[in-house]
T-cell receptor, first 113, second 115 residues
């Protein structure tokens, strides 16, 4: 069964810290992996998309890596700000069902001033 | 950028009534749209895959007769929750896969509350 797991479930940090969110997946035949941000009661904002042939993607203070052999992806947030407070979801699609996104449960991040 | 809209953004209905939710791709064509459900403090669970002009494919455990999906055009899919009950109260999110970019774009979600 293809599963996506995220740890930690919740994280609270002071402003300015660099932090890492973890995502693991059970099937190495991954097609791509995406990181999303979700604010309370809102839809999803796509942050980064990593294709299976790539090892990382960067956008501003965000960097996401993908290691297929270990079944892991990390989202690195540099110099965190209170505005980064949200739930971060990772979702993977796998070969043979590449249309279907399987989501992790998310990490609820709180950055306090 | 690619935009997906959902209507309504929220709806409150009485138990036993049916509710229709629309999902539209505003500036691109989507042969495939997806419907997700999200319960409070939980992640998104795929309910069904909607293909333009054909029957939807439902995930295990999702009742196709309760959650009717229609994908009549390349820019519109609808989800109808029939005979809604309080346990159907949830956040419903759609996504649309762009033909040109092969990327899924998500709608803003619809909050359904069944009294």
């Amino acid at each position: 069964k293809q599963e996506v797991t995220q740890i930690p479930a919740a994280l609270s940090v002071p402003e300015g810290e660099n932090l890492v969110l973890n995502c693991s997946f059970t099937d190495s035949a991954i097609y791509n992996l995406q990181w999303f941000r979700q604010d309370p009661g809102k839809g999803l904002t796509s942050l980064l998309l990593i294709q299976s042939s790539q090892r990382e993607q960067t956008s501003g203070r965000l960097n996401a890596s993908l290691d297929k052999s270990s079944g892991r992806s990390t989202l690195y947030i540099a110099a965190s700000q209170p505005g980064d407070s949200a739930t971060y979801l990772c979702a993977a699609s796998f070969s043979g069902g590449y249309n279907k996104l399987i989501f992790g449960a998310g990490t609820r991040l709180a950055v306090h001033p | 950028g690619a935009v997906v809209s959902q209507h309504p953004s929220w709806v409150i209905c009485k138990s036993g009534t049916s509710v229709k939710i629309e999902c539209r791709s505003l500036d691109f064509q989507a042969t495939t749209m997806f419907w997700y459900r999200q319960f409070p403090k939980q992640s998104l669970m795929l309910m069904a895959t909607s293909n333009e002009g054909s029957k939807a494919t439902y995930e295990q455990g999702v009742e196709k007769d309760k959650f009717l999906i229609n994908h009549a055009s390349l820019t519109l899919s609808t989800l109808t929750v029939t005979s809604a009950h309080p346990e159907d109260s949830s956040f419903y999110i759609c996504s649309a896969r762009s033909l040109s970019t092969d990327t899924q774009y998500f709608g803003p979600g619809t909050r359904l509350t069944v009294l």
